[in-house]
């Protein structure tokens, strides 16, 4: 596209299925990476990737070629046959059907990245349920209780 420029910073948060707490530190690294390469494939610059052991943030420079329910699909059926070829856990992985996408401006940026990094440090004072009740506010989003994801907040540390 000739002539178009853009600067979209989207923040991507979805949970495993159920919310189990299946994504262990000992193989995080390797499946951060992994999504790293979907969202750079796609043209995406990937800003910051973290999250705790039953949901991932992903935080991209957005790149408008792409739709994000399609990017978000890409990640999670890839991610998920990833994690099942590696054999990183006895348990049947997948992600949580839905996501929320939070879109800042540039200025915002470090202050997201650091919030990103420091996500154990994070939910030791506050559960998933209540970080993304608390996105959903912020964001002004309309939502249904029905619908959120199955908050179960426990974490094995």
Do not use: C
Request: no cysteine; hydrophobic share 35%; glycine share 4%.
């Amino acid at each position: 596209m000739a002539n178009t420029y853009t600067q979209l910073d989207i923040q991507l948060v979805f949970a495993v299925k159920g919310r189990e707490s299946l994504i262990h530190k000992s193989w995080k690294e390797e499946l951060y990476k992994y999504i790293t390469g979907i969202v750079q494939n796609h043209k995406h610059k990937m800003l910051r990737i973290n999250g705790m052991p039953d949901h991932v943030h992903i935080f991209l420079g957005y790149h408008p070629t792409q739709l994000i329910p399609k990017l978000v699909e890409e990640i999670k059926t890839s991610s998920n046959a990833f994690v099942r070829e590696k054999g990183f856990t006895n348990f049947n992985f997948s992600w949580q059907e839905g996501y929320g996408a939070f879109s800042y401006s540039r200025s915002h940026r470090d202050a997201v990245i650091k919030y990103i990094d420091n996500q154990e440090q994070h939910h030791r004072k506050k559960s998933f349920r209540e970080e993304y009740l608390e996105f959903l506010q912020k964001f002004e989003i309309e939502y249904k209780e029905e619908y959120l994801f199955d908050f179960q907040d426990i974490y094995s540390w």
